[in-house]
């Protein structure tokens, strides 16, 4: 059986973790905080990030691995169109997310969900790149209703960890959401997305995650 290591707070964590359920594979979660110096972890995710997955036959880390792993496992229900090219443009929309939007607007993290600060000079530099980024991804993007068009795939499993911390976390330091500002319509898909089980499944788990670490603090 396949353990899910991480926590269910983390977005990458989730993305995992819907895939799983949306393929209804066998998994058990195991969990593992960031940064941990445990041998056992840094064997199996050398940078101690999460999420990693162990398997029997070994461990993987990199959550876009993971879930191209999970593909070829279980193809079925299809993350990934049997095209190579349709199923390279689901590929590309899951960098631009990750990449171009996701990762840009992470500087802002820190400060928006975790108590931390963040320098202007930091501020204007991810107001910059996204201002440049966004529009890039808004031609690629369709959310028609799903991100690469009628059919749910890997990229609605990307946006819908991703989208709603870009937007929040801008929202709580550059003064405006602006991901909602530029006609992504993140919140729109989010209602999308929930009526899917895999999805309330996911949301719960985080929610209650959350509730814990209030508690805890
Ligand atoms: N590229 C990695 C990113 C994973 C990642 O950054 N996870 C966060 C938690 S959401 C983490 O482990 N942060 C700690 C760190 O960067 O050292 C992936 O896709 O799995």
Not at 3 to 14: I, M, R, W
């Given at each position: 059986m396949i353990?899910?290591?991480?926590?269910?707070?983390?977005?990458?964590?989730?993305k995992?973790?819907?895939?799983?359920?949306?393929?209804?594979?066998?998994?058990?979660?195991?969990?593992?905080?960031?940064?941990?110096?445990?041998e056992a972890v840094l064997r199996d995710s050398p940078l101690a990030k999460v999420p990693f997955i162990r398997t029997p036959q070994g461990a993987v880390c990199e959550s876009q691995v993971i879930v191209e792993y999970l593909e070829q496992l279980q193809p079925e229900p299809r993350l990934l169109p049997a095209d190579p090219f349709a199923a390279a443009k689901v590929r590309e929309l899951c960098t631009y997310i990750e990449l171009h939007l996701e990762l840009v607007a992470r500087e802002l993290y820190g400060a928006a969900f975790f108590g931390r600060t963040?320098?202007?000079a930091t501020k204007e530099r991810v107001r910059a790149q996204l201002a440049r980024n966004i529009p890039a991804f808004q031609r690629l993007a369709r959310f028609s209703p799903f991100v690469?068009?009628?059919?749910?795939?890997?990229?609605d499993c990307c946006a819908f960890v991703s989208l709603p911390l870009v937007g929040m976390a801008t929202k709580t330091l550059l003064g405006s959401d602006v991901l909602l500002e530029a006609g992504v319509d993140w919140k729109?898909?989010?209602?999308?997305?929930?009526?899917?089980?895999?999805?309330?499944?996911?949301?719960?788990?985080?929610?209650?995650?959350?509730?814990?670490?209030?508690k805890k603090a």
């Open positions: 353990t899910l290591c991480g926590f269910a707070v983390s977005n990458y964590y989730n995992v973790k819907l895939v799983l359920l949306e393929k209804n594979l066998a998994f058990q979660e195991e969990l593992v905080m960031t940064g941990s110096k445990d963040v320098d202007d690469a068009g009628e059919t749910f795939t890997l990229a729109g898909h989010l209602k999308v997305m929930a009526s899917r089980p895999s999805v309330q499944r996911v949301e719960a788990d985080r929610k209650a995650a959350i509730a814990a670490m209030a």
